[in-house]
């Protein structure tokens, strides 16, 4: 069973940073590329960006040079370091990855910014 968790969400200022890790068990991890996405409260999933298995990265436009996802195979981890925060990047933060045709994803994690 393939199982992912997110962790690394909080409460942070404008301009802050946060990490966030997607720790993923049931798979064999290098061979995943991982997605992560949001979703704020009365808006749709979107996505933010993607890891191949290969370690070449995608962000969408509005994420791009103020977030970097990587990820540590020795680990079975991958994270999502972001900085320059500002009030609409709040959201749930959930990681996703595609095994043999299945999507999963984890349960989330909440990323607060305010003042």
């Known amino acids: 069973q393939v199982q992912l968790v997110e962790s690394g969400g909080g409460l942070v200022q404008p301009g802050g940073s946060l990490r966030l890790s997607c720790a993923a068990s049931?798979?064999?991890?290098?061979?995943?590329?991982i997605g992560w996405y949001r979703q704020a409260t009365g808006k749709e999933r979107e996505l933010v960006a993607t890891?191949?298995?290969?370690?070449?990265?995608y962000y969408a436009d509005s994420m791009k040079g103020r977030f970097t996802i990587s990820r540590d195979n020795t680990k079975n981890t991958a994270y999502l370091q972001m900085n320059s925060l500002k009030p609409e990047d709040t959201a749930v933060y959930y990681c996703?990855?595609?095994?043999?045709?299945?999507?999963?994803w984890g349960k989330g994690t909440l990323v607060t910014v305010s003042s």
């Open positions: 890891i191949t298995s290969g370690g070449n990265t």
């Open positions: 996703n990855t595609v095994v043999l045709g299945e999507e999963y």
């Open positions: 049931g798979t064999i991890f290098r061979r995943n590329a």
